[in-house]
T-cell receptor, first 114, second 114 residues
């Protein structure tokens, strides 16, 4: 079965620091990749997604992620975080033959200190 | 704007009670999903439905059942609630057809089983 690993469970940064959250998955075939974000008290919402083409994907609020097929990775990055980025971030993977089902990682809780 | 609503934000039930969690989406999505969210485990799929009266087991279906009598509504049923079912329950919906369609999430129901 597919598994998704997010190595950092809790990250604390100061404003303006750079962010990179790791995500690795186990499936060796075609995948679609997602990052979702859950701000305090809000719904889970899509941050960005990768289906095909350019492996560097840009999302909302200045976030980007890079798909590296050889490393089974889809790391999330932001060059300069803001206090408003405090949230929980989830990586998710859809196997190419699994319809619309997603497998989620365990989540990373990011706290940005003002 | 997609809207996914869940019938309750908070529920407190006793062990052995039958519990109904309701989810409604207003975007005519074919697919609907039920997840539970636990700290450190991310989101785990309980059941999903790709059409009215159709359902498929997810990763952790034991102790749960579902019902989809109308396209917009997907219910999760705990036949006999147990304390290990205390969790946050999230409903989601998506279009089907294209692999890896974005899932839209409801606000969640936090269930406490005493």
């Amino acid at each position: 079965a597919q598994s998704v690993s997010q190595h950092n469970h809790h990250v604390i940064l100061s404003e303006a620091a750079s962010l990179e959250l790791g995500c690795n998955y186990s499936y060796g075939g075609t995948v679609n990749l997602f990052w979702y974000v859950q701000y305090p008290g809000q719904h889970l919402q899509l941050l960005l997604k990768y289906f095909s083409g350019d492996p560097l994907v840009k999302g909302i609020k200045g976030f980007e992620a890079e798909f590296i097929k050889s490393k089974f990775s889809f790391n999330l990055r932001k060059p300069s975080v803001q206090w408003s980025d405090t949230a929980e971030y989830f990586c998710a993977v859809n196997e190419g033959n699994a319809g619309n089902m997603l497998t989620f990682g365990g989540g990373t809780r990011l706290m940005v200190k003002p | 704007d997609v809207k996914v609503t869940q019938s309750s934000r908070y529920l407190v039930k006793r062990t052995g009670e039958k519990v109904f969690l309701e989810c409604v989406q207003d975007m005519d999505h074919e697919n609907m999903f039920w997840y539970r969210q636990d700290p450190g485990l991310g989101l785990r799929l309980i059941y999903f439905s790709y059409d009215v009266k159709m359902k498929e087991k997810g990763d952790i279906p034991e102790g749960y059942s579902v019902s989809r009598e109308k396209k917009e509504r997907f219910s999760l049923i705990l036949e006999s609630a147990s304390t290990n079912q205390t969790s946050m329950y999230l409903c989601a919906s998506s279009f089907s057809g294209v692999l890896g369609e974005t899932q839209y999430f409801g606000p969640g129901t936090r269930l406490l089983v005493l």
